[in-house]
């Protein structure tokens, strides 16, 4: 049984608490490695190996730590197909959607690059006689992120790209899930020319997360995971005086309009439905039909493509649509709610629960389900379900459709089929949700562009990646310098006003 490690100042050390979690293999239900859940002392020597590198790193200028994040491109580029492997090994999501889990990664180190210009300070020549101002964004010092599990590649660079190109030091909690990605990544930061102790790799569970939230040096932690332990995250490193931003789940609604091309929103609702077996914080997971007819004439398309979906693991090959869910415990919750769903008078007009697949028995193998006649009160549509299972719900009018988006508790994302522009608009406008497609079902933001949702999908203020990156990790200082044959003689009693 493989033992994994931590990665600390610089070196894979192994776990001293003695307690572990199992990492499973969820195409075939083996445990294939043992997780080190670390201890409190475990991550005070991380943060103390942080804090002695990170002034030297702070005053590195920023195009030398751009550099850094230019190699390190190169070198995910160069072990992308050992990194595909191993996450697709852990997670069970297909080869090619790994390596988009890698890319959208890489794209916010590229974005990176641009450093120098993005931490420029603002300067004031002759704010007042003889006065100049400056304005600089200065590094945290140490930073921490804690990461989920269906995004291994993706979502840690979207926290330590930014924060250690900025002059920070980074310590990563990665989901105990899959944890053999984010130990790579460090491993490349450090070959492209990171310090020892700049990134480093912390597994573990609630108590590595508390022993982040209770250590003072820590200047800011960023999360993303599930909206209970966002919020807890949030108000406990709140109440620690800490910078956070915690980014919670979702429950994504598309509308389609009685005018959309049917078979392309069927095409969209089946990718965005069920790739990486729903497991994606932007997977659509209520399909909104409005008007008479129109969820006849969308099921119609849509049935087919979802009874047809090819279900298997990772090794069997691209043309595979989604993979096993993570966990055990992750099917037979997606299993519970299906049940609710029946119970509460949903229609199953596509039934995945009797999916087998031969040889992979013990996988952790999920069927496509679809449902039909799905209303507010019933849980499948209330909660998460983070599977492969798509809800139809039937409403008469726009704003009906309009109104059901709102008023869900989550507001992560969101997206309209339509070809009416006028109706487009007024929905880009009015909707209270993060982020908006318009006939573009997933509408993920580019690195440039800020990734963030709104409600119970989001506690605090700025968003990931783009421009609010460097805001969150960096503080500003301003000076007002005055040379001494500017100042006047004796005391000034007033608040000085610039005449
Ligand atoms: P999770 O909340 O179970 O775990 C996330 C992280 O929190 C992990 O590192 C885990 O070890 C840690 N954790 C778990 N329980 C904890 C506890 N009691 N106290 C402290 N820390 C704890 O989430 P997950 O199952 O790994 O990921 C799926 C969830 O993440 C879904 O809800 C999904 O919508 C959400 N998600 C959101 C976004 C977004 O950007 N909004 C992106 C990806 C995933």
Redesign the pocket.
Known sequence: MQELTHYINGAHVKGTSGRFADVYNPATGEVQAKCPLASVAEMDQAVAAAEAAQPAWAAVNPQRRARVMMKFVDLLHRDMDKLAEALSREHGKTLPDAKGDVIRGLEVVEYCIGAPQMLKGDFTDSAGPGIDMYSMRQALGVTAG??????PAM?PMWMFAPAIVCGNAFIL?????DPSVPLMLAELMEEAGAPKGILQVVN???EA??AILQNEVIQSVG????????A??YAEGCANGKRVQC????KNHMIIMPDADMTQAADALVGAGYGAAG????AISVAVAVGDGTADRLLEKLVPKVETLKVGPYTSGDDVDYGPV?TAA?KANIERLVQTGIDQGATLAVDGRDFKLQGYEDGFFVGPHLFDNVTPDMDIYKH?I?GPVLSTVRVDTYEDGLKLAMDHEYG?GTAIFTRDGDTARDFANRVNVGMVGVNVPIPVPLAYHT???WKK??FGDLN?HGPDAFKFYTRTKTVTSRWPSGLKEGGEFSIPVME
């Open positions: 804690i990461t989920p599990f269906n995004f979502i909690k990665p989901s105990e899930r573990g569970d609630k997360v508390d999360f993303v995971g599930s909206t209970p332990i966002a807890y995250i980014f919670g789940g979702a497991e994606r914080c932007m993570v992750a998460e983070f992560n990734f963030g949702g999908s989001v990931q």
